[in-house]
Nanobody
Framework: VQLQASGGGLVQAGGSLRLSCAAS????????MGWFRQAPGKEREFVAL????????EYAESVKGRFTISRVKVESTAYLQMNNLKPEDTAVYYC?????????????????WGQGTQVTVSS
């Protein structure tokens, strides 16, 4: 499985971006996709996840009400719509996929990772 993240960029505070995570390979074998982010000098943290079959979603408290994760099964692609962006959202964003069919928010609960895409929010 290969994951390709894209859609990052520079945006002013209050603006929006949509990240994409396109998957290829044995895409039928996973159950969960997630987004994580890592800001400079900080550890990578969970942002959002979606269960591939049911569409159930979970979000970090810091992004609830602003970010929306979705997926298009036939495209094997997940999206992260980010609205009302804040400077503290600045980070490299990574998508990840898992074979496990439970809700997991830890890095170790994901089997595959994309290369990351930079999101920079200016004040």
């Amino acid at each position: 499985v290969q994951l390709q993240a894209s859609g990052g960029g520079l945006v002013q505070a209050g603006g929006s971006l949509r990240l994409s995570c396109a998957a290829s390979g044995r895409t039928f074998s996973w159950y969960r996709m997630g987004w994580f982010r890592q800001a400079p000098g900080k550890e990578r943290e969970f942002v959002a996840l979606i269960m591939w079959t049911s569409g159930r979603t979970e979000y970090a408290e810091s992004v609830k009400g602003r970010f929306t994760i979705s997926r298009v099964k036939v495209e094997s692609t997940a999206y992260l719509q980010m609205n009302n962006l804040k400077p503290e959202d600045t980070a490299v964003y990574y998508c990840a996929a898992s074979h496990s069919d439970y809700v997991g928010v830890l890095e170790g609960e994901y089997d595959y990772w994309g290369q990351g895409t930079q999101v920079t929010v200016s004040s």
